[in-house]
Each structure stands twice: as structure tokens, then as C-alpha cells.
């Protein structure tokens, strides 16, 4: 048997990068998996490969913005699986940049789609949860970078779902239901490109990875997922795990 058979997994921003790999890793040890997020064609992409690896999977469109949407889409991914026991908390939209140049509305879009639909879905999915589920929230070390010039906003959106996370741990251990983040350096579409780019950035940046390398996003970053989501991590809540090779340090 698979360590996540009989298991049904929801994982926002599905349709590609870190949550098309961590939904890929959930299905490979028997989840099925429901794939949410706003682009049916990318979602619909997961779905079909892993579909073509025997899995099980069906696309949602839900935009995490929307709590009519996070609603609806909890409630039919209820009627379709019968259930859900692993929610991954993983879209997010990316407020990049110097704290004078962000406006308000794109600080807001980083918050609305990070911790407040970690908040939503965190909420929705409870009743569900209660009894042996498992929640991983998507964090980021860029709030402890030793240098964090252009990414305050982000870092603030990311630091509140770890906050949320630790809370959700502590209250809900006794309904059995355990809440991690991870900090994954992931080979998003964005990060392969940019790292194939050459630039001569690239090379000093890797020298800030103790392994040298970026993560793939379902062998490394999903694989970690899957640990956290089965019985082998029944010990383990309310935490942070960086998945990035050793780059960042927690204190």
C-alpha cells in the first residue's frame, strides 16, 4: 500500500510549479487529489499527468481571493471525493518589490491570497479535517534573509500564514489534526527560467545553497509534503521546515 491511499488531498495554485508538484508526489502514494486554482487548462494539465500515472485527480476552478469560491469549492470537492484529509495551502500571488514603489492594492492582493485564504480554507475545510488530517501551509524565508530589501510585503503575507499555522496546530491537536509550513526554494517556472538564464547572478546566488541547487518541485519539495501528510510525521505540528537545500537558517 501507497503511505496516502484511501487519502483525498486539496491543493491550491495547483496548475503549475511547487503545487502541480507537491499534487503530483500526494497522488503518487495513492491520494486523490483535488487540483484548485483559477487557469482550467494548467489545472486540467496536472490532472492529465497524473491521470497518465494511474492517479486520481479533478480540477476546481476556485479563485482563493473569493470566499464564495473557497466555499463552493471545498463543498464540491466533498461531493466528488466524499471527503477531504490533507489540505495544502500553496497559492499565492507575489507582491514584489521596494516598500515605497508597492501601492496599497498590491500589498492587499499579497495578503488576500496568502493568509487570508490560508484563514478561509483553513476554516471551510475543518469539519473535515477533525479526526487524522493534515494541513502543510506554504511559507517563504524571505522574511529571514539577512537581506530582504524588495520582498517586506511578501515576506509579511508569508510570515502571517506561519503564524496562522502555529495557532491552527495548537488549537486543533485536539481534534488530531496537525498544521506545518515548509520554506521551499523550488524550480518554479519562473526560478528555471531565470536560473537558466545564466546570468552572472545565478552562480553567486547557488553559492548560497549548501547543495548547490535549486529544488525540483515534486522530487524534493513534494516529496517532504508527503512525509508531513503521513503517519511517518504523526509527531509533528506546529512547525517550519525549510526545504531549500540548507540555505536558510531558523533561530
Not at 470537492?77 to 484529509?85: A, H, L, N, Q, R
Not at 477533525?130 to 506554504?138: F, L, Q, S, T
Not at 510585503?153 to 502555529?166: H, N, P
Amino acid at each position: 500500500m501507497s503511505v496516502l491511499d484511501k487519502k483525498v488531498a486539496l491543493v491550491t495554485g495547483g496548475g503549475q510549479g511547487v503545487g502541480a508538484g507537491i499534487a503530483l508526489a500526494l497522488a503518487a502514494e495513492g491520494a486523490a487529489v483535488a487540483v484548485l486554482g483559477r487557469n482550467l487548462p494548467s489545472l486540467e494539465a496536472t490532472c492529465a499527468e497524473i491521470h497518465r500515472r494511474g492517479g486520481r485527480a479533478e480540477a476546481f476552478v476556485c479563485d482563493v481571493m473569493e470566499l464564495e469560491d473557497i466555499e463552493s469549492a471545498v463543498q464540491e470537492v466533498v461531493d466528488e471525493f466524499g471527503g477531504i484529509d490533507i489540505l495544502i495551502n500553496n497559492a499565492q500571488i507575489l507582491p514584489l518589490g521596494d516598500i515605497l514603489e508597492l501601492s496599497e492594492d498590491e500589498y492587499h492582493l499579497g495578503m488576500d491570497s496568502g493568509p487570508l485564504a490560508t484563514f478561509r480554507f483553513l476554516k471551510a475545510c475543518y469539519p473535515f479535517l477533525r479526526g487524522e488530517g493534515a494541513v502543510v501551509n506554504v511559507a517563504s524565508s524571505a522574511a529571514v534573509k539577512a537581506d530582504s530589501a524588495g520582498y517586506g510585503a511578501y515576506a509579511a503575507a508569508k510570515e502571517a500564514i506561519r503564524a496562522l499555522s502555529r495557532a491552527a496546530a495548537c488549537e486543533w491537536g485536539v481534534d488530531n489534526i496537525r498544521v506545518n509550513c515548509i520554506m521551499p526554494l523550488a524550480n518554479s517556472p519562473a526560478m528555471a527560467s531565470w536560473v537558466e538564464s545564466g546570468e552572472d547572478e545565478v552562480a553567486d546566488f547557488l553559492e548560497t545553497v549548501p547543495l548547490g541547487r535549486v529544488g525540483d518541485c515534486e522530487e524534493d519539495i513534494g516529496r517532504v509534503v508527503v512525509f508531513l501528510c503521513s503517519a511517518d510525521s504523526a509527531y509533528i505540528t506546529g512547525h517550519t521546515i525549510p526545504v531549500d537545500g540548507g540555505q536558510a537558517l531558523l533561530r
